[in-house]
């Protein structure tokens, strides 16, 4: 299969797991699954910033849409993923990146996968708990609800990114 | 080259900051308590800005303000003189001149030496005359000794050889009051009689009899007293702060040459 292909099929199966997640899965009020950070990680790196800062914008209204939240939560916390994730991956994660074809894949970005999805989801996950809940809950409940979201949801990023995103 | 980057970067900064205002827009607009923080730091934001602005503002508007100020200020003492004078007619049957305060903003001002001076930014386009008292809120400043068209010079009260006629609070005892020569805060009160009280923490104030200052324009405040039987002396502690002096009054009696008439005789 065509790797576009791919890549296009394996984010419409995760955006439709996360609508899924978000509308029938409750963990309680700690922790709370973000997988769109994974369809963020695999814009390829030649992707401009501000292109992909709007990518992530659609996806996170697409979702807000979709989901049953507040509108403009997981647009707002993807839009500052977008921001970065782009600068973390080619500075820090894979300065190799003009080598390969440019596209992050498990096979292309090595041992750092683990490294690059867990800062990607924390960076996601704050802003998204922030925005939801700053000057609202007190701050232990919000440390204790990123710490948590973000560690069981990098891990799920890391195990299905691995399946979908393996690259040759 | 390097600028196309640097606009670049600008254009993702603001497309970030516009995508994040929506969001937090679409935010707000959904949630009830989101709103209400979200209102709450904007108007805060608002408010600080609005007030930063504002006093940016009124710091070009100080001088013009000082100005203004300085202005009622004369307008209010000659007020007060008034009033004053009103007063003393009713209780005492008697007319006294009338002075005018002329504002004035020190152009030059020494006081570590042994004769002191100042020189101000009014002059004879003014109206300004040698001999007139110069004045402020905390005491006297000393007498006009020259003048040109648009400034004078002032001998400070800091000088050898000036005195101010004074009177004590409680006693009314008068005496004169001239500078100690050493510290611009200490003055001595001389030949009032022995035999009326004078104590420390009583207040020195002009008296009015030298026709150059009005009376009742504190002077100091008396902190040691010593006697010889024939006159008692007062150190005192003047309220005038001489080197911190910025704006000033000069005293112009209205009446001037008619009391000079009756002080010759004539």
Known sequence: MDHNLRYIAGCVLLFLLQIMVANHIDLGPYIFIGLLPLILMHIPATTSDALRMVIAFALGLLLDIMTDGVPGLHAGAATVLGALCGTIYRNRINTDWRNDSGVPTVRSIGPGYALYAFISTLIYVSAYILLECATIRPFWFILLRILLSTAVSTLLTVIIGRSLFRGR | ?266
């Not at chain 2, 003189?81 to 152009?107: C, F, H, P, Q, S």
């Not at chain 2, 324009?217 to 008692?232: A, C, Q, R, W, Y």
């Not at chain 2, 003047?238 to 009446?255: E, G, K, P, T, W």
């Open chain 2, 1 to 266: 080259m390097r600028n196309s980057g640097f606009i670049a970067r600008l254009g993702t900064i603001l497309l970030f900051i516009a995508l994040e205002t929506v969001s937090l827009l679409l935010i707000s607009r959904s949630g009830v308590v989101q709103r209400y923080r979200i209102a709450g730091a904007l108007r805060s934001t608002q408010y600080s800005l609005w007030k930063t602005g504002t006093g940016i503002g009124h710091y070009f508007g100080y001088r013009r303000e000082n100005d203004l100020l300085a202005d009622e200020n004369c307008r209010l003492r000659e007020e007060l003189d008034a009033y004053k004078a009103a007063e003393r007619d009713i209780a005492e049957n008697k007319t006294v001149g009338d002075y005018t305060y002329i504002a004035a903003t020190v152009l030059k001002n020494t006081v570590n030496r042994q004769d002191n001076f100042l020189i101000l930014n009014r002059g004879e386009r003014d109206g300004i005359r040698t001999g007139m008292g110069v004045i402020t809120s905390g005491g006297v400043v000393g007498i006009v000794s020259a003048v040109d068209q648009t400034r004078c010079r002032v001998v400070s009260f800091l000088s050898s050889g000036q005195s101010v006629s004074a009177k004590v609070s409680g006693s009314g005892a008068f005496g004169t009051l001239s500078w100690l020569g050493r510290s611009p805060d200490k003055a001595l009160l001389t030949e009032i009689p022995a035999h009326i009280p004078v104590a420390a923490g009583d207040t020195v104030s002009t008296s009015g009899y030298s026709m150059i200052f009005p009376s009742g324009i504190p002077l100091g405040e008396v902190t040691s007293v010593s006697s010889d039987g024939i006159s008692t002396q007062a150190k005192v502690r003047l309220f005038q702060q001489f080197s911190a002096l910025q704006h000033v009054y000069i005293v112009r009696i209205n009446a001037e040459e008619e009391i000079r008439r009756l002080e010759n005789g004539s």
